[in-house]
């Protein structure tokens, strides 16, 4: 394999045998049972496939446990899916249950497949983000943890059902166009350390960085710094992105917003944004039960609404979201209104309500 310091090496050195004999040539797959699939080729030839949860965070030990788990059953070939669950391929159907029993035995989950929930995609949070409105690993494993059925397989979906958390607007988790989609809020403006400004940040990119044109040049030229107009500010974090002098989280202040109806297959409609549906839920560390409540709500009000095979969105979009405010319980506020300077294209215009 060509060893260079540019970009990653061409994932298809890496594919394992079975996978590289038969690129492309893949006729159809079937779900065998939670957390195992199988894909036929062209040429007869197939593949089993084993899924389980990690905790995204992970620490080299369990790559070394994954990684002998591969070698011993996968010719040392694993991956990890892009919502981070491991996958272990293998041609030979005898290897699935020895694999689903190393994986339990390193204590991860088998499932993630088919009518259910896989894993949840997640950002740093407090763990290493210095802009986090709110922390990602202990949020998932709070939500994971009670929707932990709808990923082993215990429970089912109308269809499939992903979650995704980003701990700030940056949304580094590509919440915008998932099923549910938790993302970290600031509801305070950001705090400006005058003395520090011209240190660590330059005034003109801090002034071009923000959206609204909040910011702008102090009016004493004696001091090297700008001033933020409150009124303007829709607390979005971008300038502490590129001022660490404009620091905006705040310990009461920051808080989870939820979204819905987001998915980005093209399967049946287009690819569907993500709405707001509550504003703000302040944090509450260690479990969220806030937040997990909700959720879990929306899950369940999905499952027993939801037409067989329909996306979340694509529910909502078919009963109306004031249907979808109605079933869940949630109440709908000013904030769920878009009235920013793109609501023309987003705002429904129509006089048809469906209540
Ligand atoms: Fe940092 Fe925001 Fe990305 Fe979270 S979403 S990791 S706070 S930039
Ligand atoms: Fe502007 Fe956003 Fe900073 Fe507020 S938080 S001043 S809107 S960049």
Known sequence: MATTDIGPPDYKEMLPEVIAKNYGKWKYHEDIKPGVFKHVSETGDE??????????????????DLCDIADKYCDGHFRFTSRYNPEFITPNKDNIEPIIAAIEKIGLPVGGTGRGISNMIHTQGWIHCHGAATDA??????????????????????QKLRISLACCLNMCGAIHATDLAVVGVHTRVPTIDHEHMTVLCELPTTQASCPTGAIRKHPDPNIKSVTVNDDKCMYCGNC??????????????????IYVGGKVSNARKAPMFSRLVIPYIPNNPPRWPEVTSVLKNIVEVYASNAHPFE?????IERVGWERFFKLTGIPFVEQNIDDFELARDTLRTTTQFKW
């Open 47 to 64: 593949a089993f496939t084993v899924r389980c949860g990690s905790p995204r965070l992970v620490s080299v030990d369990l790559i070394r």
């Open 137 to 158: 690993s202990g949020v998932v494993k709070a939500i994971m943890d009670e929707m932990y059925d709808y990923f082993v397989g215990k429970k089912t979906l109308p």
């Open 240 to 257: 502490f992105t590129v001022c660490p002098a404009m620091p905006i989280a705040h310990a009461e202040g920051d808080g989870i917003a």
């Open 311 to 315: 996306r979340v969105g694509e529910w």
